[in-house]
Nanobody, 117 residues
């Protein structure tokens, strides 16, 4: 059974930093990518950052230059370093793992980030 355990969320002042972690267990398949998404109530889930098995990364436009995704493939763990946080970054962040074949998305329970102005 695949489990994604997120940690690192919390309350921070604007301009501050947080580091999110997501540890995946029960992985018995080839991973296509791992990443972070966020969702505010009433809005669509938004891609924050994705790292593919080959190491390439993609970032949402709103976080480029501020957030950095990294991974420890041996531990099936990814990290999201969030710098220069803004109040609009406040929401729940979800970890995602994409199984390569057959394609399937796994999601964590989410970790809340609150940025005060």
């Amino acid at each position: 059974q695949v489990q994604l355990v997120e940690s690192g969320g919390g309350l921070v002042q604007a301009g501050g930093s947080l580091r999110l972690s997501c540890a995946a267990s029960g992985i018995t398949f080839s991973i296509a990518s791992m990443g972070w998404y966020r969702q505010t109530p009433g809005k669509q889930r938004e891609m924050v950052a994705v790292i593919r098995s080959g190491g390439s990364t993609n970032y949402g436009d709103s976080v480029k230059g501020r957030f950095t995704i990294s991974s420890d493939t041996a531990k099936n763990t990814i990290y999201l370093q969030m710098n220069s946080l803004k109040p609009e970054d406040t929401t729940v962040y979800y970890c995602n793992v994409v199984r390569r074949v057959p394609i399937f998305n796994y999601w964590g329970q989410g970790t809340r980030v609150t940025v005060s102005s």
